[in-house]
């Protein structure tokens, strides 16, 4: 990925995860309930220090990636029908367009000073 602003050459990438199990533990004697998983996971990626940042925010249910907004694109996309129909509510609602597109600035840049340390300096 080019030679970029870091040390190590590559792209710095910061993830936050987020999982939720909804569902009881089962009584004696009887089978496990079904349990649904919900994950949130962001991402930034540095290219170039921060002259290049790339964020992107992914929706998972059950193992599988309903939606996704990318800073690049834009937009929320949908990766399956359900994601497809959130998609196109979200992407109705400016504002939550513009707090997903100002991502890149108030959630990845902002951070980059206090991850440095951490993950590019100790290369």
């Known amino acids: 990925m080019g030679s970029g602003g870091t040390r190590g050459g590559g792209p710095v990438l910061v993830a936050l995860v987020a999982l939720v199990a909804l569902g009881a533990p089962p009584a004696h004697g009887e089978e496990l309930s079904r349990i649904f998983q919900e994950a949130y996971k962001s991402e930034c990626h540095f290219l170039n220090g921060t002259e290049h940042v790339r964020y992107l925010e992914k929706y998972i249910y059950n193992r599988e990636q309903l939606l996704h907004f990318d800073s690049d694109v834009g937009h929320y996309v949908g990766d399956n029908p359900e994601g497809e129909f959130q998609a196109k509510i ?15 600035d108030t959630y990845c840049r902002h951070n980059y000073g206090v991850v440095t340390p951490f993950s590019v300096d100790r290369r």
């Open 90 to 104: 979200w992407n109705s609602k400016e504002e939550i367009l513009e707090d997903a597109r100002a991502s890149v």
